[in-house]
């Protein structure tokens, strides 16, 4: 090694699905968050195992800062929906996985909101049997479903489910009311297993079609109040008060948190010691309700001293309003409600980046803005948004891959079946990405089968050079010629 | 701190001076959406347009051939007669080829997409496409795939840009003056569902009058936070649930239709508490200045929102609103046709 920064040998040439049988990372900003650890160094991967971790020093280390090329571990998301089975035209399995490789993902955890839902060992052996086909090396964990068919009734055969690896329960798309959710914490409970709970008080929010306040009166939605995910979040909680009395190993995970005022009922709690966790989308935290208006500014950018901006005032609005790719659920909230999740996630309540990958046809977008499919494709975007953060000292760079790796590893335990980190001896599961090099947002960069983003035509920062998920060759950044 | 110089030119530009003489800017917009990218020099525009389509309306034979070749298709998802007549009064006006469609509500599972029915519509020859739908923002997803030019005709509780410029209009041919400028106009009744206030807060407030928007707070929900931030961006109006401190010594009050599926959703006891707590009675229009004239956008219930002799009392202006509404449409029509491939600028060098 010199002083002077050796280029990236990345498998050239190599297939994708292969074990990556030689690959030298020399000289790049290493981020290992299980060890705590930053800084310069060499990887070297012989055989799809990590034989040297080297950390550089002295004139070796000189000229290598954290802004240029990242090895850190594979990404972890625990709130993804890859669609297969029923709405393959939307994703399928093989084409969710590419799209998690290409953004760094080395695991994702599917979503049951499937069609047959994810309430049986069937459906789960059908979703695991398209990841085989589709030869990508990305792990594919599930959730099974809380309520058989989603339908809030009755429960799912969480046993059967859990003996066939799902790792939680959610019947996310859709709250699980409160009664029923009382009997899931409890069986889940027992069997070791989380709630992850979609936070939606259903009374508060009929017809809803964005974020209630300023934005939505002026351009005559719905509104979605704050008080929907608010007495969801403490109702769920004081459910779970009561079923940790009976069942100790009883666990709620409130997903895709929102507004200031869940984040703050979920502080309370854990302050009293009550199990229960979160997680926040990369739109959550970096667009607002603006967004539907045409305003395409980051959430902290041009706030003003109340931690609010108006953007018919600031001639803001850069698009068209009523873009249906902005319509999700929770719905885009006011800075500071974004504020607020970035702080949470700072402090570490929010324990993981989730991106709630909701990909959708274009059928079900290119409609009236209130009947618009829900939801924002998150698994190629999520570390560009993620860096942009960092880029604007919201977040530490160290935080943000712990957020996007430890944070969600934590939350799977055991259940992910590996451990976490640049670890020496291991089979290789990390992603190389440059944060000087941008790309950007479209068709033909988007691996996905859906186009469902406000960021399409966006410039993001950090390109993914390489994501190497147990040993094998996941994503490589095409050869620039 | 740099913002600060942008936000009051901002402000400075919507409190234009009113009685400043009309300035000739091109007409740049080809749809009309919404009054938002409104200028108030684009606003006068339309306001002497319609002034000039007044004088077209008192000829004997009220017609004129500006559109004369240019296809208007009226598609309306929800049910009107009054808004519908008026566009189809206003293009006939103007020579133009109308055609009307009355769609049944859309929907994403059955029948056809909206995308593909304006693509039917260009498909079958229109240039123009006057639409009103239920849902808010459904004329923006129209504008993106249609190829010529479209004009909101009420979306969802979101604008209703033609009624916001014929009400500034009726008003401004009212007033002494002829401006609106400092005067105290009331909206009172459902505002939360209606998109005839979010239009004419743009045109009022844009116009420089002092607005109120009174009704029940559970009808005024979210306004308070449009009136908070509206403020600091120039837009500056009242938000109040009270009726008495709302009509006293107005200069306008325009009530709004209050309608029965408000008290199912829980947000009114009964239409009876209502009329009596809200409804504009003659008792409390003796509230407002005597010469204050009287609006309602229709159509009315009248016994609820407005008592039947103040609707028609010599001071109600509604009639005149219907009529003005054609003027306003054969405007806006006007204006729109000039910025279609092929035709000329309205107003233009060629008309000095």
Known sequence: MTATRPPVALAGGLERGAVVAELDIGGAWLVDPASGRSGPGDVVVRDGIVTAVAWLEGEEAAGIDDRGVIVAPGFIDIHAHLREPGDEDSETVASGLAAAAHGGYTTVCTMANTDPALDEPAVLARIRDAATASGSPVALLAHGAVSAGRAGEQLAALGELADAGVVGFSDDGAPVRPALLRNALAYAGTLGLPILEHAEDPTLTTGAEANEGYVATVLGLRGWPVAGEAAAVSAAIAVLADVVADVPTARLHVTHVSTGAAIERIRAARAAGLPVSCDVTPHHLAMTDEWVAGARRWAWEAVDGDGDRDPWADRALVAPPFDPACRVNPPLRRPTDAAACRAALRDGLAIAIATDHAPHHEVKKAVEFGLAATGIDGLETALGVTLAMVDAGELTLARAIEALTVGPASFLGLRLGRRVGLLEGEPADLVVFDRRASWRVDGDSLASRSRNTPLLGRELPGVVLATIAGGRLAYAAPDEG | ?352
């Open chain 2, 1 to 352: 701190m740099t913002e600060a110089p942008v936000v009051a030119e901002v402000a400075a530009a919507s409190q234009a001076p009113v009685e400043a003489a009309p300035v000739e800017v091109p007409w740049r917009h080809r749809h009309l959406l919404d009054l938002d990218v409104l200028t108030w020099p684009d606003i006068e525009r339309v306001l002497v347009t319609a002034d000039a389509m007044t004088e077209v309306l008192a000829r004997p034979i009220a017609k004129v051939p500006a559109l004369r070749g240019i296809s208007v298709t009226i598609l309306f998802y929800e049910a009107s007669t009054r808004t519908r007549v008026s566009f189809e009064v206003a293009a006939k006006n103007l020579s133009a080829d109308v055609v009307n469609i009355a769609a049944a509500s859309s929907s994403v599972t059955k029948g056809e997409s909206l995308v593909d029915t304006v693509r039917t519509i260009e498909a079958l020859g229109a240039r123009m496409l006057v639409m009103r739908h239920d849902r808010s923002g459904a004329p923006y997803l129209a504008a993106e795939v249609f190829g010529g030019s479209v004009l909101n005709g009420g979306d969802g509780w979101h604008a209703h840009p033609t009624q916001g410029l014929l009400d500034l209009y009726t008003m401004r041919a009212h007033l002494p003056g002829g401006s609106v400028a400092g005067r105290k106009v009331v909206i009172l009744g459902d505002i939360l569902h209606s998109r005839v206030a979010r239009s004419n807060v743009w045109s009022l407030t844009a116009a420089g009058a002092d607005l109120w928007l009174c009704g029940p707070s559970t009808l005024l929900r979210g306004f308070e936070a449009w009136a908070a931030r509206g403020a600091a961006a120039g837009r500056r109006f009242q938000v109040t649930s009270d009726v008495d401190a709302a009509l006293r010594d107005a200069d306008v009050v325009m009530a709004l239709r209050i309608q029965r599926e408000r008290m199912t959703g829980g947000l009114l006891p009964s239409l009876r508490e209502y009329a009596a707590r809200y409804g504009l009675t003659r008792e409390r229009l003796a509230l407002a200045r005597p010469e204050a004239i009287v609006m309602h956008p229709g159509p009315m219930n009248e016994g609820v929102e407005i008592a039947p002799d103040v609707a028609t009392d010599p001071r109600s202006v509604i009639t005149d609103q219907v009529t003005n509404g054609v003027a306003i449409r054969m405007a806006l029509l006007y204006l729109l046709a000039g910025t279609l491939p092929g035709r000329h600028e309205p107003g233009g060098a060629a008309g000095r």
